[in-house]
């Protein structure tokens, strides 16, 4: 299958592809956060359990040229675009191995190779510079993609405005990707939104929008990829929401004072990766014995990229002031 | 990189607004990926009329006119940077870059160091700043100090034609993001310098006057009334040497300390407030420095601790005038 294919093709390869990429970022978020306890980890560390179609689905629609612009919760994005688990455990470990070489830690993953720009922990700051990447891409007349995964939180941020409006004034191929989790940190979205119908916003702003269900890892990929050959066709940029709920707290400080657990049970009913197991082997897509085998690769990619960090170096403290500026010839 | 104005025999006589232009003209024509983008930086023809007649010649997708969204188009000025493209981004003053401080801050300043060196952002952004032309509280004030503050970024304030035309070319070709703070009084300022002026080095301070007595350190706007100043002191018998800071980071510590001990005297002249402000951080530092070469206090004249005011004479009176120079000046001399 091919990245710009407007439809996904629910082969078995594929839908194998889907599943092992979920359980990737499932399985390496509760190793982080057994390793936050054992207190490998610091720092905020954000969960994006829960949350796994919409990261995998979107990365379908897109190719090696696009560029992807992340918030503060961002493994699944990396892990799903091709970043290293190796080097996304490592930047959480601050270790020198990591992607971001340790400076950045769990919020900040980049990745030249990929065109992974963050990890912005700044909420709405990301969209801005999504919209600038764009930008470059159409005064250069490159035909890519710049996708740009923000929360909901952020339609509260005047950046999210400024840019939906620039996005749109310039036509630009931005792939704005809402990962409605209903929650900003604690505040739901009924009490910080006057319009809680976050894609009609984008709307208002001439930006072609669609909501999705975000818990539906072949539905998410499917409006991912329309949205994605809309913005090829020039039809200027595109606003994907989706629905979804992270399972865990927001950080490993959240008490979860402000919802209920009956709640979270029943978004756990309809978790994407059980949902795509139930519905591939109900069609005989897939077996038992192929989701033993994708377990027992991923836990071995885990163990590794603990493993890889556990092994890895800290930058020694001489190097502290590098890459404050880049390195110029003495003028 | 020529390091040097470059000593033409032909001169021009232009003004520093002509002479902005210029640079930006230079740019657009020399490498495809510069553009200017700002607010009215297109049809109306700059606030500053910096900018008229640029769309003509460049077209409207090169001089972008934008919303008024100083933190959105400043935020496409880094992510159109990092996608290979030099922009120069107009924010139509100091006062407004407010409203962008957060992507100065927290994305152009810190995704180089946040990404591991991966990604560097060659942006420059442009601002007006500075007082007196009866603009009030919030189109007045001098806040290019606080941005000397941090780490990541290079700060410029050019006070000469010769710096006004040949800073943007260093600061385009620079890797990194760089602000550059034009002082509004400035822009009518004429003058004659080389037809053939081309870039400066973005490193050093300036000497622009010499002397032997006092060294008088400033920047920007404040040098024009530092070297009236000094004009006065000599008069009175005393000799000071002018620094031109230039750069208000990284500062050229070493230009400042060899002039302050060979003067053994030291005023700064800043415009922003005393309190926290640059003018601070350049006595701190020469304490750290040169303390054992002072004879005298460090003076500093800096603008009053108000917002700007709106009629003539508390403006004038708020900001570092040459009386006030003169007189910091012979306090320092005794004499």
Known sequence: MTAREDKPHLTRPHVLHLLREMLRIRRFEERSAELYQQEKIRGFLHLYIGEEAVAVGVMQALGADDAIVATYREHGQALARGVSMNGVMAEMYGKQEGSSRGRGGSMHIFDAKTRFYGGNAIVGGGLPIAVGLALADKMQRRPRVTACFFGEGAAAEGEFHESMNLAALWRLPVLFVCENNLYAMGTALAISESETDIHLKAQSYRVASEAVDGMDVVAVEAAARRAVAAIHAGAGPFFLECRTYRFRAHSMFDAQLYRSKAEIEAWKQRCPIARLTAWAKASSLIHDDDIAAIEREIAAEVQASVDFSEAGTWEPVAELCRDVTTPREVR | ?335
């Open chain 2, 1 to 335: 990189m020529n390091v040097a104005p470059t000593a033409g025999t032909q001169k021009i006589t232009l003004t520093y607004r002509d002479a902005v232009k210029a640079a930006i003209r230079e740019a657009l024509q020399r490498d495809e990926r510069v553009f200017l983008m700002g607010e009215d930086v297109g049809r109306y023809g700059g606030c500053y009329a910096v900018s008229k007649g640029l769309l003509d010649e460049f077209g409207p997708d090169r001089i972008r006119d934008t919303p008024l969204s100083e933190s959105g188009f400043v935020g496409a000025g880094i992510g159109a940077a990092l996608g290979g493209m030099r922009p120069i981004v107009e924010v139509m003053t100091v006062n407004f870059s407010m409203l962008c401080l957060d992507q100065i801050l927290n994305s152009a300043a810190t995704i180089r160091h946040m990404s591991g060196g991966q990604f560097s952002i060659p942006l420059v952004i442009r601002m007006a700043t500075g007082a007196g032309r009866q603009l009030a509280a919030q189109h007045s004030h001098s806040l290019e100090g606080w941005y000397a503050h941090i780490p990541g970024i290079r700060v410029l304030t050019p006070a000469t034609l010769e710096d006004a035309r040949g800073m943007l070319a260093t600061a385009l070709a620079d890797p990194d993001p760089v602000l550059i703070f034009e002082n509004v009084l400035l822009y009518h300022m004429t003058g004659e310098i080389a037809a053939d002026a081309g870039p400066v080095d973005i490193d050093r301070a300036a000497i622009r006057r010499a002397g032997r007595d006092i060294s008088l350190i400033t920047y920007g706007g404040s040098l024009w009334k530092t070297l009236k100043a000094a004009e006065e002191l000599a008069g009175l018998g005393i000799e000071a040497e002018i620094v031109d800071l230039r750069t208000l980071r990284p500062l050229d510590d070493a230009t400042i300390m060899q002039s302050v001990r060979k003067t053994r005297r030291a005023v700064i002249v800043d415009e922003g407030w005393k309190t926290g402000s640059l003018s601070a951080e350049i006595a701190a530092r020469i304490v750290e420095q040169c303390f054992w070469s002072l004879d005298a206090p460090i003076g500093r004249v800096c603008t009053a601790e108000v917002p700007i005011p709106y009629p003539k004479h508390l403006e004038d009176a708020a900001l570092p005038q040459p009386p006030a120079i003169v007189a910091a000046a012979r306090a320092a001399v005794w004499r």
